[in-house]
């Protein structure tokens, strides 16, 4: 693999930033979150905080049924309401809208308000705007709606039979998509191999449930023809025009203005269809309407349910351990409608092969289409779910070999020296140390002082299990994996940029406006200042970050994919790059020295070896601002530079698709170890010990690193041990609210250490790669591995999330195999 | 999710509450609000009157009397355990309470509107049925004392009229050398119980038990008092707790969401033991 592949822009960037000879000052260092004193003091100014003169509320009437004609919706008791503005329904969608974008393939058609039949529980049949949000839930118990009842689709392997009930009639079928990709020999490296272990595996529909749900306000103006819309995170310059579609109107007349979001998890990555409906609110009625999910609606009608996937795989290897090939067959239950496509499943591809040498690969994927709320982007966006399978693999290999669960491990990692990696997919990986991340996590816990615990506890008739497993943390998606899919794609994007924009004002001070919202929980404003900081020496607590509307906007993707710290990171450091050109050239001048005996310190430039040459930023920013006549005559006032940070390194995907290309190259990679003990009686356990230890390349902070690693644990956790959203026999959500969907809170999260090695990237900013996303990828593997083991005894095999303390009473109940 | 209409009415005395609850029906009584509003929110209750009782004077004292306590309805579960007389007079008080919900909603809930709310999850409930609690109601009609043991009637129902308020909880004094024990199992930390199991255990000088009572939570549609008067007479050794699995046959606690039956019925087995066996522990310390 050349670097010379690599996007030139990206190039000069890495190159810049790479040196390791003089020490950082300021990446690396655990400093306090600057957006943390606004935050924490209730000064956020959250959607739901933001009050606009005139504004009026909407609630929506959600679907009773999960599948179901309309026949008529009678709007007069609610529309005689005192306080209701206008009902809304679906014929004003029909008449005034277009429907909702989406990537898949095929007629799969979705409006924001459903028009002649609801698809799933939850669906939006009808909207109120009224004065307050009160009386518009009054209004919505007033909407009269008969329904034709249809044959419920909920199954995702009936629906693929003959004669099914159909999600889409126009689709003719309930199967959105379906093939079979093969990498490499896999058939012949089956037949080959010594071994092969097999299993039918379920990985639960759960999905983020952030503090604050989705909302927008929509703010219409009749004047200008402009539609404003106030949203709590958008990456907001990628499918802006996209929104513009579904209003119908032109994408220069929408303002998206990025307003803070109170976590996301991936439900607000592609969060289109609130601000889209708070604009067309907005546009009906001729003021500023908001609209915030309320929870209920949040999980029946999100359209963010994470996957839903039933799976078939199987793992060849030889008696000494030697994994050969990968046969992965996977059904997956995408819900109603299709806005991704598949592209959870290029998440997927991008790590398939996890940390091992396996060369060869099928993956068969159907996609389905059912009577539930549509998928969409959830922590880890389907690699979480694969990292699961792989794990599970490798696990059930090692007790079919009887070697231990480490060892296998050990035996299977890419070499050192072998970076970079390209895996049988196309993608690659592009740095490793993978044995000093394992030596660390087991130094770390001292893993053979739990060994030997857990023999003692056997002995004494407690069951204590570990769990150990790896994973991969694939990073900055590039946009192939949306595509790459089909042989003749309607769209095919290459493009997933990040901006910033850096001034420093005449004064001296340094305002960095960011062109994606991108403060959904993650620390952003901190990750930019610590890199201005190193660039410029500056205190970091000094730096101004704001965000542009879309209407000021420069190209950016946002953050998902666990890629914002990189690809900021990358901006920011171009645009920095450009205007220290400049000030050097100012400096230059002003101290009579050349550029190069000039160096960034103590918030400004001094003279290399000479303290006491130095000016401040300030100085420069002053004469490049109000002293034109004393800066070299070709350059102009100001000083402001502006950079957008393409994608470092994307490859096209080949014609067969036997080569999917480059496309989520920067790969770091994390070992879990947990200990617990089960109470076999009630099925309830403890966590001993749970130690993380991450390489995330270079890293910004590593204290907000640590959080990234814990929060995505817990979450995993989540997946692993509470969280599914159940639907009943007629499709209707039966958890509708925290009452029974049990998100595991900071009580029921063990104490986690997190460990770090560091393995820079070589093609991006720094050398860092993204890491939102690896707890989630490893936690439900872990538990997997860690109850399977401490009930060995009773020769338990886990195939399924989420591990009830109910199921686990029943499998110790059971006969023991010892 | 807001809120169906309603009248808010927040009197300043007793006798004004019980005015505005006389009219009884689709009136609901505000105390703590831990359940009642956030079921109101979903529209699952729908009341066209509420009547906040938070300013009325008087409610939320807690006093003790010769090891007797009198524990005003309106006093917040946190400031129960918070109170050391109180512990120390009944510790399965304080066994339960830590178990009624978390930090931040025992601040807001109260004894009282545990009680009259009735969940069958509700630790409390068990615990005034263990301890043979005497509840105070009082109407505009007059006032009456109901037994603990016969307040409950089915989930979220008791033998409150419309129009009656409870207003206080009245706990007899505990022998001496009286421990308690309380096992929970439950989705999360604190979230609602799916069985749980409230004891106490009265020993003599020589540790033999005198007394016991065992009050299980959600195996039956009210908090249900298992018989254990086998234990009088041992010293709580593991065949005389063992034996407490035979007193459970026959219960048939219900299937729901959380959990089954089954489930429910196994691990009532293991947390009653395991609550007795607290008790005498710690009735044996306590002497």
Known sequence: MSIAEQDPNAAKVARETAGTETPRRWLGKSLNRVEDPRFLRGQGRYLDDIKLPGMLHAAVLGSPHAHAKIISIDTSKAEALPGVVRVVTGKDVAEHAAPLPSFGAGPIVQDMIAIEKVRHYGETVAAVIAENRYIAEDACDLIEVVYEQLPVVLDPVAAREEGSALVHEALETNTAYERTFSFGEVDRAFEDADRSVTANLYWPRSTGMPMDTNGAIGDYDRGTGVVTIHANSMNFTYFLWLIAGSLKIPAGKLRLVPVVAGGSFGSKFFMHKVPTFAGFLSMLVGKPVKYVEDRRTHITNNDHHGSDRRYDASLAFDDDGEFKALRISCIDDYGAYLQFGTGTHGNALSQIVGPYRIQHVEYSLAAVLTNKNQQGAYRGFGAEVSNWILERLVDLAARDLDLDRVEIRRRNLIPAGSFPYRTPTGNIYDSGNYQGVLAKVLEDVDYDHWVEYRAKARAEGRHVGIGVVASQERSVFSSTEF???????????????????????????????????????????????????????????????????????????????????????????????????????????????????????????????????????????????????????????????????????????????????????????????????????????????????????????????????????????????????????????????????????????????????????????????????????????????????????????????????????EWATGPRSD | ????????????????????????????????????????????????????????????????????????????????????????????????????????????????????????????????????????????????????????????????????????????????????????????????????????VTVDDAGVCTAAELVLLCVAPVPHRVDVAHLVGTTGDAAALDAVAGLLVGLEPLDDIEVSGTYRSRVAVTLAKRALGDAFDHARGAA
């Open chain 1, 483 to 809: 595509w790459f899919w089909f042989d003749d794609p309607q769209f095919t994007p290459t493009s997933s940029p990040e901006s910033a924009s850096v001034r420093i004002g005449p004064t001296g001070e340094i305002v960095v406006t960011l062109h994606s919202q991108s403060m959904w929980g993650n620390s952003p404003e901190t990750v930019v200042s610590q890199v201005l900081a190193e660039e410029f020496d500056v205190d970091p607590a000094s730096v101004v970050v704001n965000y542009a509307d879309s209407q000021n906007a420069l190209p950016g993707t946002g953050p998902g994919g666990s890629r914002y710290t990189v690809m900021v990171a990358g901006a920011v450091a171009g645009a920095s790059s450009e205007l220290k050109d400049k000030i050097r050239r100012i400096a230059s001048d002003k101290l009579e020295v050349a550029e190069a005996d000039l160096e960034f310190r103590d918030g400004g430039v001094g003279v290399v070896g000479v303290p006491d040459r130095h000016l401040m930023l300030a100085d420069i920013a002053m004469t490049a601002y109000m002293f034109r006549l004393d800066l070299p005559p070709d350059m102009p006032s100001g000083l402001a530079a502006h950079c957008t940070y393409d994608h470092p390194l994307t490859t096209l995907p080949n014609a067969d698709r036997s080569d999917l290309g480059i496309f989520y190259p920067f790969v770091g990679h994390a070992w879990h170890i947990a200990v617990i003990e089960v109470d076999i009686e009630t099925g309830k356990l403890e966590f001993l010990r749970y130690a993380a230890v991450h390489d995330a390349g270079t890293i910004v902070n590593p204290r907000t690193l640590d959080g990234q690693v814990i929060g995505g644990t817990v979450q995993g956790l989540g997946t692993a041990l509470y969280e599914e959203i159940l639907y009943d026999d007629l499709g209707r959500v039966r958890n509708e609210s925290f009452e029974h969907y049990h998100l595991p809170s900071s009580m029921d999260a063990p104490s986690i250490t997190v460990g770090h090695q560091e393995t820079p990237s070589p093609y991006t900013a720094y050398g860092i790669k993204g890491a939102g996303e690896g707890g989630r990828m490893l936690a439900p593997a872990i538990m997997s591995a860690a109850i399977e083991d401490a009930l060995s005894p009773y020769g338990v095999t886990v195939t399924s999330l989420p591990i009830s303390a109910e199921q686990i009473v």
């Open chain 2, 1 to 200: 999710m807001k809120p169906a209409p309603f009248a808010y009415h927040a009197p300043d005395t007793l006798d004004e509450a019980l005015e505005l609850l006389a009219p009884g029906d689709g009136v609901r009584v505000l105390a703590g609000g831990q359940s009642l509003v956030p079921m109101m929110k979903a529209r699952a209750l729908r009341p066209t009157v509420v009547i906040d009782v938070n300013r009325i004077p008087g409610l939320a004292v807690v006093e003790e009397e010769g090891g007797a306590l009198r524990i005003g309805a309106l006093t917040r579960q946190q400031a129960l355990l918070d109170n050391d007389v109180a512990g120390r007079a009944q510790p399965l008080l304080h066994a339960a309470g830590r178990f009624a919900g978390y930090l931040a909603t025992r601040h807001r809930g109260t004894v009282g509107g545990s009680l009259a709310f009735a969940a069958p999850w509700a630790e409390l409930s068990a615990a005034m049925v263990a301890l043979d609690a005497q509840l105070e109601v009082r109407s505009a009609r007059g006032e009456r004392t109901v037994p603990a043991r016969s307040f409950f009637t089915g989930p979220n129902e008791t033998v409150l009229e419309p129009d009656e308020l409870l207003t206080s909880v009245h706990v007899p004094a505990a022998a001496p050398r009286t421990g308690a024990g309380f096992h929970e199992v439950s989705a999360r930390y604190r979230d609602f119980a799916q069985v749980a199991a409230a004891a106490t």
